[in-house]
């Protein structure tokens, strides 16, 4: 398939299929260890309310990737990538750094540069907004993510250690 891919700020119409697939990242990470990541039942009304209400919020990127070719008048959505710019604890000698929320891309469109592209970008942004740098948080079980961060130059650094209290 040569479908050419686009990215695109949010738009409310984009936010339904975002939630979907914000959701099954989730679902991935409670499926590794419940204890860790057990999920809220109304979580995909709280996705809803939380994208909605930062679509225009200054600072924040919700950046869709469309497949442009597709048959039908709206590009399907195929990707997403949530950032926003947060605040470092007082430390440091940085005061800011731009976190990356959330990252998926349908299963159909995966190994085809999709979330390279979406990461290029996000890195881009977080320049412009004078960051000097962009983070992610990662399972250590989810290798396809390990791999793409890797490959795409990000160094690990924290490994967090949990367990289950007596
Ligand atoms: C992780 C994910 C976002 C990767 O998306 P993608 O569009 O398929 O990634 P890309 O095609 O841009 O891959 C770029 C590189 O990352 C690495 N990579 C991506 N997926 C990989 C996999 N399943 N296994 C090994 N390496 C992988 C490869 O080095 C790849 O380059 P290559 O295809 O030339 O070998 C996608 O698998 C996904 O949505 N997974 C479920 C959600 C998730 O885990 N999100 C991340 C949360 S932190």
């Given at each position: 398939?040569?479908?050419?891919?686009?990215?695109?700020?949010?738009?409310?119409?984009?936010?339904?299929?975002?939630?979907?697939?914000?959701?099954?990242?989730?679902?991935?990470?409670?499926?590794?260890?419940?204890?860790?990541?057990?999920?809220?039942?109304?979580?995909?009304?709280?996705?809803?309310?939380?994208?909605?209400?930062?679509?225009?919020?200054?600072?924040?990127?919700?950046?869709?990737?469309?497949?442009?070719?597709?048959?039908?008048?709206?590009?399907?959505?195929?990707?997403?990538?949530?950032?926003?710019?947060?605040?470092?604890?007082?430390?440091?000698?940085?005061?800011?750094?731009?976190?990356?929320?959330?990252?998926?891309?349908?299963?159909?469109?995966?190994?085809?540069?999709?979330?390279?592209?979406?990461?290029?970008?996000?890195?881009?942004?977080?320049?412009?907004?004078?960051?000097?740098?962009?983070?992610?948080?990662?399972?250590?079980?989810?290798?396809?993510?390990?791999?793409?961060?890797?490959?795409?130059?990000?160094?690990?650094?924290y490994r967090e250690m949990v367990q289950a209290?007596e």
């Amino acid at each position: 398939m040569n479908e050419s891919i686009t990215l695109v700020p949010a738009g409310p119409e984009d936010v339904p299929g975002i939630v979907e697939l914000c959701l099954s990242v989730e679902r991935q990470h409670e499926a590794y260890w419940p204890l860790r990541w057990q999920l809220r039942s109304d979580l995909r009304q709280r996705y809803h309310r939380w994208l909605e209400s930062n679509l225009t919020t200054a600072r924040w990127l919700i950046l869709c990737a469309k497949a442009g070719a597709s048959a039908g008048p709206v590009p399907p959505l195929v990707g997403v990538l949530v950032a926003a710019i947060q605040e470092e604890i007082p430390i440091y000698l940085y005061r800011e750094y731009a976190f990356i929320h959330d990252m998926a891309v349908i299963p159909e469109y995966r190994r085809r540069g999709v979330a390279d592209k979406l990461l290029q970008e996000a890195r881009c942004w977080a320049g412009r907004h004078g960051v000097n740098q962009i983070r992610a948080m990662v399972a250590v079980e989810n290798h396809a993510a390990t791999e793409l961060f890797s490959q795409a130059g990000y160094r690990a650094t924290y490994r967090e250690m949990v367990q289950a209290a007596e």
